[in-house]
Structure formats: C-alpha cells, structure tokens
T-cell receptor, first 113, second 110 residues
Framework: DAGVIQSPRHEVTEMGQEVTLRCKPI?????LFWYRQTMMRGLELLIY????????DSGMPEDRFSAKMPNASFSTLKIQPSEPRDSAVYFC???????????FGPGTRLTVT | GEDVEQSLFLSVREGDSSVINCTYT??????LYWYKQEPGAGLQLLTY?????DMKQDQRLTVLLNKKDKHLSLRIADTQTGDSAIYFC??????????FGRGTSLIVHP
C-alpha cells in the first residue's frame, strides 16, 4: 500500500484565495483525521470522520474552513478565503476500526502571503 | 481539556541513551503512544502501551509508564544520528481521538 497520500505537498497562495487540500486514506481504513501543525500551537486536530461521516469538527477554527469526505477513498479540506495565519503544515491521517493507531500522510505545507 | 506535556528539546551524544519524558492529565487514558516525526514527513507510530502495563520493550526502545504519577517515558538505547527527530507523546481515553503533546526535538551529536 502507498500509505496516506496528500496533495499538493506545497502550496503558496495569496491572502483571500481559496485553497483545497486533498487526502487519499489507506484502503480499508474507515477513520480519517485532519490536523494542522504550527510552531506556536503544535499539532491540532481539526476534524475527524468515521465511515465518511464527520464525527467531531470542534477543532475547525472558523467558518472559512470546511472539510468533506464524499467517499471512503477521498477527503478535502478547503479554506476560503485564506489568511496568512492559516500558514501551517496540514496532515491527514487514517485509521482502521477499533485500532487506535493512526497513519499519517506526508503533509501539505501551506504558505499564505 | 486534557493535556499532555513534554520538554521541547533533548540533546545527547551518539551511543548514549536518550530518555524523553511526558506527563498527562487524563486519568481515564487507555492507550499511550510515542510517535516519531522526521523532517518533512508525517508522524509515524513508534510504539504504544496499554494503561494496565508499566513497561514495554521493543529492540532499542523501552517505554515506562507510571500511572499513579501519569508519567510516560521513552528510552532509546545506543542513540544514533538517525534517531534525530521530533518525538510526540499521545494518549487516548474512550475515543479514537488522541491528545498529542507539543513534541520533543531529539538532537544527536556525533
């Protein structure tokens, strides 16, 4: 298996633009997590899906952030409009059933200027 | 909310043992984890321990859990330059959602 796949790996955009980050979880995994990592705040959980349904989105910073999981093999995290303070590394992770282990993707480094 | 605390940096000489410490507040923690993050990569699970255990050993890695003091440690024997990375402590209670510490940057000097 290729592991969790994220795209793009790097994204540089201007303030106000829409940004879409993509994630393909490991086949057979039914849990998906989006995290944000910054020096200031560490690793923050943004949203968690189980069987494609959002279970906990309490970590989503504000209405500018939205996440979808239209099927078991794909998820997006969208920021509209983007702001410089959104600059971070965004990770997607997937997990399986009752296992607590999470498998992380390589991350997307987002820079908003 | 629940909290996981780690020191931010640890510097050791190659060949020495490294001990990375972590404290947590959730008394209902079921699983405790150590993840490793290398530069430019995502987190990778190194090892985990059930809360009813006090020690787990896996090759060069030894995890010690003091549940009374809510203290978790990771010992890396014979530390190598390839062990340089950020190490995250994490815990889960009754849900799938882990609480992560801020990470400890391990720097290994030749």
């Amino acid at each position: 298996d290729a592991g969790v796949i994220q795209s793009p790996r790097h994204e540089v955009t201007e303030m106000g633009q829409e940004v879409t980050l993509r994630c393909k979880p490991i086949s057979g995994h039914n849990s998906l997590f989006w995290y944000r990592q910054t020096m200031m705040r560490g690793l923050e959980l943004l949203i968690y899906f189980n069987n494609n349904v959002p279970i906990d989105d309490s970590g989503m910073p504000e209405d500018r952030f939205s996440a979808k999981m239209p099927n078991a093999s794909f998820s997006t995290l969208k920021i509209q409009p983007s702001e410089p303070r959104d600059s971070a590394v965004y990770f997607c992770a997937s997990g399986q059933g009752q296992s607590y282990e999470q498998y992380f993707g390589p991350g997307t480094r987002l820079t908003v200027t | 909310g629940e909290d996981v605390e780690q020191s931010l940096f640890l510097s050791v000489r190659e060949g020495d043992s490294s001990v990375i410490n972590c404290t947590y507040t959730d008394s209902s923690s079921t699983y405790l984890y150590w993840y490793k993050q290398e530069p430019g990569a995502g987190l990778q699970l190194l090892t985990y321990i059930f809360s009813n255990m006090d020690m787990k050993q896996d090759q060069r890695l030894t995890v010690l859990l003091n549940k009374k003091d809510k203290h978790l440690s990771l010992r890396i024997a014979d530390t190598q330059t390839g062990d340089s990375a950020i190490y995250f402590c994490a815990e889960t209670g009754g849900s799938y959602i882990p609480t992560f510490g801020r990470g400890t940057s391990l720097i290994v000097h030749p």
